[in-house]
């Protein structure tokens, strides 16, 4: 069965430049989730949606950060503009019925020149 | 907010066993691990509900104490495979999963 898909898996933009990130869940499950990690801050949860609607979006850092879910079978998440601070790795994650039993993708590396 | 983890780090020989613990100074619903090997993605290993509840990995045993509102995480006769980060991530009455700083585990041969 195929996992959590994001893409791209390496990103390097300059700074001011606009990123999008890509996810696609696990067929059937009904919660998506967007992490940052990084060495200073560790895994910090960005925002999260249950049936395609935002739920929780206090760990989105700013502004410049928007997360979206048209369908079941798609996510993006957002930074425009982009700034050196926000290179970090970007996971996202999927789950069936609650926090629990979260399946991450590979992650997307983000580097911000 | 962001739950405590202990030890930052530890070494172990194959075979020795670990415990990892986990703290929070927030009243908790349940309680979850997770383990990151290096440059790859977190995988889920156990989760442990608010009553006592626990599902998850078959060789991994954790424990709930809610009213201290701390979690371990014991892991026996270690194996290489063990090695990697460990997180646990907190759960609070307000339906948010929040993670530790996590704890390196390393297994020598």
């Known amino acids: 069965d195929a996992g959590v898909i994001q893409s791209p898996r390496h990103e390097v933009t300059e700074m001011g430049q606009e990123v999008t990130l890509r996810c696609k869940p696990i067929s059937g499950h009904d919660y998506l989730f967007w992490y940052r990690q990084t060495m200073m801050r560790g895994l910090e949860l960005l925002i999260y949606f249950n049936n395609n609607v935002p739920i929780d979006d206090s760990g989105m850092p700013e502004d410049r950060f928007s997360a979206k879910m048209p369908n079941a079978s798609f996510s993006t998440l957002k930074i425009q503009p982009s700034e050196p601070r926000d290179s970090a790795v970007y996971f996202c994650?999927?789950?069936?019925?609650?926090?629990?039993?979260?399946?991450f993708g590979d992650g997307t590396r983000l580097s911000i020149l | 907010q962001q739950p405590v983890q202990s030890p930052q780090a530890v070494i172990l020989r194959e075979g020795e066993d670990a415990v990892i613990n986990c703290s929070s100074s927030k009243a908790l619903y349940s309680v979850h691990w997770y383990r990151q090997k290096h440059g790859e993605a977190p995988v889920f290993l156990m989760i442990?509900?608010?009553?006592?509840e626990q599902k998850g990995h078959e060789k991994i045993s954790a424990s709930f104490n809610e009213k201290k509102q701390q979690s371990s995480l014991y892991l026996t006769a270690s194996q290489l495979s063990y090695s990697g980060t460990y997180f646990c991530?907190?759960?609070?009455?307000?339906?948010?999963?929040?993670f530790g700083q996590g704890t390196e585990l390393s297994v020598k041969p």
């Open positions: 442990l509900l608010k009553g006592g």
């Open positions: 991530g907190t759960e609070g009455w307000g339906g948010k999963l929040i």
């Open positions: 994650a999927s789950s069936y019925g609650g926090l629990g039993f979260q399946h």
